[in-house]
């Protein structure tokens, strides 16, 4: 019981928005490419398949960053406790988890067309170096929504077997909504932050966070809304449409600057904001 303990401390799954936020995206290019091909078989199939690829990969990407950040995360009040970081488990035996973990999402993987497991190995890169951004850039978090948001365009292409503008732009405006809510739950390690010397949009724009989560928030809206702008009715997916957009707005509202944990209450609405994405594009 222990062993399992230190295990689901490590890959938080003990914190499920973590891997949700991974799974929407995959969820909403996979209903994007739904309203093209009508297989409700296949939709279905690969949306658990993308559910538990988000779940070994976000718990893979857990235990990666924990070894690059087992130094730093001694000097952050929030981390210092983590298992690595801790001596609860070694690096070895931390890495055979990553390698088992992996290789769960590789046979999941191969399950798609070829040009998504191509996408699905170039996400590797993406993955494993993000850890490091947060050392050479003040925009780590837009990292993290190139990376965090690639299962998309997986998701599209696992259906249609091929790319196009549309679900770029949903990406790019998966990617802003990535850049929001990351920047928000940064708030939570300003302080340990900068005195440690990690960079982060947080700190970049520490003076005007709020108008920063607000650009970004309304550059997400903005693209959804232009993405179903024909079909927008009086009906139940535009209803989910604007509580994805309120949701966002509340988020804006709620969290301040020097109260962590508004900060973590505002990011986790995220996995509901998702949700509402998620439905709407069903709907519409």
Not at 28 to 38: E, H, N, V
Not at 73 to 87: C, L
Request: proline share 2%; glycine share 4%; hydrophobic share 50%.
């Amino acid at each position: 019981m222990k062993h399992l303990k230190i295990f689901i401390d490590l890959t938080r799954l003990n914190k499920p928005i973590g891997f949700m936020l991974l799974f929407w995206p995959c969820s909403w290019g996979l209903s994007y490419a739904y309203k093209i091909d009508k297989d409700q078989n296949i939709f279905l199939l690969y949306l658990i398949f993308f559910f538990l690829g988000s779940l070994l990969m976000r718990s893979a990407g857990c235990i990666v960053n924990d070894i690059v950040d087992k130094d730093l995360d001694k000097k952050v009040e929030r981390t210092k406790h983590r298992p690595i970081t801790d001596g609860q488990i070694s690096v070895k035996r931390s890495l055979t988890y990553v390698i088992l973990l992996c290789f769960l999402a590789f046979l999941i993987l191969i399950q798609f067309n070829f040009l998504t497991i191509i996408l699905g190995m170039s996400s590797m890169i993406l993955a494993f170096s993000y850890p490091y951004m947060k050392r050479i850039t003040y925009w780590p978090q837009l990292f993290l929504g190139l990376t965090f948001n690639w299962g998309l365009i997986m998701g599209w292409t696992a259906i249609t077997n091929e790319i196009s503008i549309d679900i770029i732009l949903l990406y790019i405006a998966a990617i802003f909504w990535t850049l929001g809510y990351d920047t928000i739950y940064g708030v939570q390690d300003i302080f340990d932050d900068e005195i440690i010397g990690i960079k982060s949009t947080a700190i970049k724009f520490k003076k005007n966070i709020k108008l920063f989560v607000g650009i970004c928030y309304s550059l997400t809206s903005l693209l959804v809304l232009y993405l179903f702008k024909d079909n927008m009715e009086f009906n139940f997916a535009t209803l989910f449409l604007f509580l994805f957009i309120f949701s966002l707005s509340y988020q804006i509202y709620n969290f301040k600057k020097d109260d962590p944990l508004s900060c973590l209450k505002s990011f986790k609405i995220n996995n509901f904001s998702g949700f509402f994405v998620f439905i709407a594009i069903i709907l519409f």
